[in-house]
């Protein structure tokens, strides 16, 4: 030891003047530079496989024998309602194992809250990196729909602020659970019980009027069936505002009720 | 610092019971007891991370309900498991930590080079955390905990589960701060480790303090100047003790041997042999802070 380790205790230290919750979602960022490779190519190489075997393959059968789906190719109906889909599976995922692990594996959150960090810092930053995790889910998604020649409006580029808004719908309820959880056994339940029927029956295959009409009331209740609509209206160009305004109104508002409940169970949990 | 009648309860279980007690600018200052005395509640309390239930705490003569952001950015922790991101790199470990406390790129780069030789870790800065040695991610997160430069350093058992020479160079990073002006506060239930590092300590026992003062003052208040430790065979072992009560201040049978506490203990050897007893072996030594420990806190395991 040559110098001074430590120069004056009191002097003030010099900050950048970056709110709390921009730090944490900068720490986010940073963390995922490690695995952003894989984490790309998995979100490139699901939409190409997805779209070519059931886009167009299983498409191409629906489209010779029913004529499309309500005057669309099946490709073109089955796009946005995989892309809102993928936002559902992604983001419930980051919600679910890297929360209940920062809190218990890695303690990451203990360390924060040691540091000038609060609780709300956490919840926030969090959930706009979900955002901006989305917003590059998106973006890509978009991107091999292009490809594929299956956006049909410039509206479609709006997928990008929706499918935001929609990963933190998706992502508070769920990591508002994980924050609580003291082992990760009730994830694999939330997979089977809620985001695969979510998948299959939230209007991403096939339309509402397939379903039976008690379901259809159930399925249109689910935010996924909200997500769906709204990016398939974007991309096909084909807006009913009353039924789009209530989606994005419904998006909005689960997003913003499930944050606030976030805020509160990431407090109950981390501050005892 | 300042507590008192400070309290935590959580729900029905209480784990501090109201205690008081002054820590001064540039001290160091130790928290013994054993497992579920309170140490770590108490410590979560003054790291601001968790609110009191009771009493009143004042840190850096700030409030922790109402300044506890401010007090944060001026106080580093040490806790007791390591927090550290195992799939990154070390100096990336300590980067980040910085960009909690919203140091600029450029300083925290500065810092780490330093802090890492403090550490002696200036090899492995490019490693991963994950495959490093207990003794080595302790330091790291020492380190780490100094990346804001803090007034003040709360290190809750910083050297369990160490080996010694770990143990060692981390009392010896930790006197350097404590010279460089630092406040110290350390839980531990190493008796050494408190009699190396605190100027000042209290000895806690289910959720209260016990007792206070230097490691020096402590021992002459609870201790004799001198232990001598007897071995008679195992079935003597009473049958001796009861012979010799008398040379002792306080005497203590355990199963295995009998200690006596006394002022002089060659002086109440020789007097044993006098006695014509004849024990298989027998140790003179010096109080230590484990004696008044034991004294205060009892011999029976609490968990």
């Known amino acids: 030891m040559t110098d001074q380790l430590l120069e004056s205790g009191a002097r003030p230290q010099p900050t950048v003047g970056w709110p709390g919750w921009l730090r944490v979602t900068s720490v986010y960022a940073h963390t995922y530079r490690r695995t952003w490779r894989s984490s ?129 719908a998706f992502a508070a309820p769920v990591a508002s659970y994980a924050v609580l959880s003291t082992n990760d056994q009730g994830f694999a339940a939330i997979n089977r019980f809620i985001v695969v029927p979510l998948f299959l029956f939230s209007t991403t295959f096939f339309p509402l009027h397939q379903l039976p009409v008690g379901l259809r009331v159930v399925a249109q209740l689910t935010p996924l069936f909200h997500g769906v609509n709204l990016t398939r209206a974007l991309c096909l160009g084909q807006i009913a505002p009353l039924q789009n305004a209530a989606d994005l109104l419904y998006l909005v508002v689960l997003a913003g009720a499930s944050t606030l409940s976030c805020a509160a169970s990431f407090k109950k949990r981390l501050v005892q | 610092m300042v507590a008192q009648g400070l309290e935590k309860r959580f729900g029905d279980f209480t784990a501090v019971a109201g205690i008081d007690f002054s820590i001064s600018r540039g001290e160091s200052f130790g928290f013994l007891g054993p497992n579920g005395a309170g140490k770590t509640s108490t410590m979560r309390m003054v790291a601001c991370m968790s609110p ?77 955390v994950e495959p490093l040695s207990g003794g080595m991610k302790r330091r790291l997160t020492i380190a780490r905990s100094l990346i804001s430069e803090p007034e003040l350093l709360i290190l809750d058992e910083p050297t369990t589960g160490l080996d010694p020479q770990a143990r060692h160079l981390l009392w010896d990073r930790l006197y350097r701060l404590k010279s460089q002006g630092v406040t110290l506060v350390i839980t531990t239930h190493y008796m050494d480790e408190a009699e190396q590092l605190c100027d000042r300590l209290v000895v806690m026992d289910k959720g209260r303090i016990v007792a206070e003062g230097s490691p020096r003052a402590l021992i002459e208040q609870h201790s004799t100047r001198e232990v001598v430790e007897l071995r008679f065979g195992l079935d003597q072992q009473h049958q001796g003790a009861t012979a010799i009560a008398d040379l002792a201040e306080r005497i203590e049978v355990l199963p295995d041997r009998v200690l006596l506490y006394v002022h002089d203990g060659d002086a109440a050897v020789a007097e044993v042999h006098r006695r014509g007893l004849l024990p298989e072996s027998s140790l003179v030594r010096r109080s230590t802070l484990e004696d008044v420990f034991l004294r205060l806190t009892g011999r029976s395991l609490v968990d």
């Open chain 2, 52 to 128: 009191h239930t009771g009493g009143q705490l004042s840190v850096l003569g700030m409030d922790p309900r109402t300044s506890g952001s401010t007090i944060r950015s001026r106080i580093g922790l040490v806790p007791q498991q390591d927090s550290l991101d195992d799939e990154l790199t070390v100096e990336d470990n300590l980067y980040l930590y910085g960009r909690y406390f919203d140091l600029p790129k450029r300083l925290i780069r500065e810092r780490a080079v330093r802090l890492l030789e403090f550490a002696q870790l200036t090899e492995r800065a490019k490693d991963k």
């Open chain 1, 40 to 168: 790309m190519s998995a979100s490139f190489l699901f939409p190409v496989l997805y779209l070519a075997a059931m886009g167009v393959g299983l498409g191409s059968l629906i489209d010779h024998h029913a004529g499309g789906i309500d005057g669309v190719r099946y490709l073109d109906f089955l796009a946005p309602g995989l892309l809102a889909g993928t936002v559902l599976q992604i983001a419930v995922a980051e919600a679910t194992y890297p929360v209940v692990g920062a809190v218990k594996w890695t303690r990451v959150y203990w360390a924060m809250l040691a540091s000038p960090l609060g609780t709300d810092d956490l919840v926030l930053g969090f959930l706009v990196w979900i955002a901006v995790r989305m917003a590059m889910v998106s973006a890509i998604f978009l991107g091999v729909m292009a490809a594929f020649g299956t956006v049909r409006s410039p509206l479609g580029l709006l997928v990008v602020p929706v499918s935001m808004i929609a990963g933190v």
